[in-house]
């Protein structure tokens, strides 16, 4: 039997990246799939390739997107058992000392908007549903920027270090019924886009030059990850079967950074 069979998920950013591939896994391991996403073309890109998957076009820093998201997976599929929040955005490694201060202040609303808020909206607005499933579980992307320096600017970095923190305490607070987890990849090569407020919202994170090299020269396994190099540990996640007393973890999957001599 495969792991996710009758689950039914809502992915954020599903329509991309790693967002993308834990859609495509999720199918293969027999759940039902709806994707929230900024993204039309995207949306309808995902939507036309495999008509089992509900396309919704929001934002995720609007709460009634998200609730829309849910009513929409709902509608579909009759309920739902897994919220993954993922969509996410970059800082391109702006440093405290080379950001003006108004700007400062005016990027670090906008990506904690989206890489912070958005994952405690989404989780709020799915959780009555969550609440009448069997077993639900809510994942969360993080980042090695959870756990490490250098893998961003401060903004990106407190973004996901705040992360952890509601993976942490969601997980405190909402046991017992609903399990929550995170998987933090490395340097993973997708169209991630920067800030729109320092200029990099037209900025793709696989087109930065030497990027490839980049990332499989800074961690032990020397590797350069794809995003469905990450699918498996959000299966394993969402499956209670195999993940039944798995509650306020981040699973690192990120090359070894954790072992990294320095
Ligand atoms: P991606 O750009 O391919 O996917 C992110 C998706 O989120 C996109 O489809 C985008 O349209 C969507 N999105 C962004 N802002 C949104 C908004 N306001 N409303 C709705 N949708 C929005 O990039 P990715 O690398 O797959 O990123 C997914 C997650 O992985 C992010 O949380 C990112 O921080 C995290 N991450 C990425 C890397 C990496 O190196 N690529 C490493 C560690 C963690």
Redesign the pocket.
């Known amino acids: 039997m495969s792991w996710l069979e009758e689950r039914v998920a809502l992915i954020?950013?599903?329509?991309?990246?790693?967002?993308?591939a834990v859609a495509e896994r999720f199918l293969a391991e027999g759940a039902k799939v709806a994707i929230?996403?900024?993204?039309k073309e995207?949306v309808d890109k995902v939507a036309t390739a495999h008509d089992d998957v509900v396309g919704v076009v929001?934002?995720?820093?609007s709460y009634q997107?998200n609730v829309r998201a849910v009513q929409k997976t709902v509608q579909a599929f009759g309920k739902l058992d897994v919220f993954i929040g993922?969509?996410?955005?970059?800082d391109y490694f702006v440093h405290l000392a080379d950001c003006e201060g108004e700007k400062l202040g005016k990027a670090f609303d906008e990506i904690f908007?989206?890489?912070v808020k958005?994952y405690l909206l989404g989780a709020r607005a799915a959780l009555p549903e969550l609440l009448k499933c069997d077993d639900p579980s809510v994942i969360f992307?993080?980042?090695?920027?959870g756990f490490y320096t250098s893998?961003g600017g401060p903004l990106?970095t407190a973004s996901?270090h705040g992360v952890v923190g509601v993976v942490r305490e969601l997980a405190y607070e909402l046991a017992p019924k609903i399990r929550v987890n995170g998987v933090?990849?490395?340097?993973?090569?997708?169209?991630?886009?920067g800030i729109e407020k320092l200029e990099q919202g037209d900025t793709v994170?696989s087109t930065v030059p030497d990027i490839e090299q980049l990332?499989s020269t800074t961690n032990p396994l020397q590797y350069a990850?794809r995003?469905a190099d990450h699918a498996g540990l959000y299966v394993l996640l969402a499956s209670p079967q195999n993940s039944r007393a798995v509650t306020g973890v981040v699973i690192n999957s990120d090359g070894g950074l954790g072992v990294r001599g320095m």
């Open positions: 954020t950013g599903g329509a991309s990246g790693i967002g993308f929230l996403d900024r993204s995207d929001g934002d995720v820093t997107d993922n969509a996410g955005i970059f908007s989206v890489n958005a992307t993080v980042s090695n920027s893998g990106y996901k933090a990849p490395g340097g993973t090569i997708t169209g991630l886009r994170l990332m990850q995003p």
